[in-house]
């Protein structure tokens, strides 16, 4: 007995189509699954009042770059990985060089650079020697003698009397500190993650609505 086996070229064609239309519906999910999470995350940084500014550094992308394909992926991340990453697992912060952290208080001001001033540059800009006062019951201190402006920063006092001349705290002393967690980004990331096979779904029988 003999068999013969013929294969419907419209068969052919409609299992290609197929295919076809399951590399459109995986990339567009992972398309939009990835574009949600960057999305959420954006939303979770400037909710916790971290700005803007850092918040656009989460970025996405999927792969393949270009065309489709049924191993499509999508690739979330933060160009400032570091900061983000400490606001995400809340670390506890020590000093690399065993001694003390210099926390600025408001007399310290800002630094020319942006963020925390350091005890150098502070000594460099106001002209001006921090002392070291020890505290047995809290924490110590880096304190200036000088006069305070009219923004509370500590200056070089002008007075020949000495008027208006203080000792001002300038930076708090700690051996570590710990910083609070205020981002979950696991979170939103399981949340997209089980949002995949809807999306899938969702792409590919939009894609059947429209042949």
Do not use: C
């Not at 770059?65 to 690739?75: F, I, R, T, V, Y």
């Not at 006069?147 to 200056?155: D, E, I, P, S």
Request: hydrophobic share 45%.
């Amino acid at each position: 007995m003999k068999l013969k086996l013929d294969i419907d070229p419209d068969i052919v064609a409609i299992m290609a189509a197929e295919v076809a239309a399951g590399e459109r519906a995986v990339t567009a999910a992972m398309r939009e699954a990835g574009t949600g999470l960057k999305a959420a995350w954006r939303l979770q940084v400037t909710g916790a009042g971290l700005g803007t500014r850092l918040a656009n550094t989460i970025r996405s992308q999927t792969f393949p770059k270009s065309g489709e394909s049924l191993d499509a992926a999508a690739l979330v991340w933060s160009q400032a990985p570091v900061i983000v990453g400490a606001h995400d697992t809340g670390p506890l912060i020590r000093s690399k060089d065993g001694f003390w952290l210099a926390i600025p208080l408001p007399a310290a001001g800002k630094s020319l650079r942006g963020g925390r001033i350091t005890p150098g540059e502070w000594e460099r800009r106001r002209g001006l020697r921090l002392r070291f006062v020890y505290r047995r019951t809290g924490p110590s201190l880096l304190v200036a003698e000088g006069r305070l402006n009219t923004k509370g920063q500590a200056v070089v006092s002008r007075s020949k009397t000495g008027r208006g001349k203080v000792t001002a705290p300038i930076f708090l002393l700690v051996p570590q500190v710990k910083l609070p967690k205020r981002l979950d980004l696991a979170r939103d990331a399981d949340r997209a993650l089980d949002r995949v096979p809807e999306l899938i779904v969702a792409n590919w029988v939009e894609d059947l609505a429209n042949r």
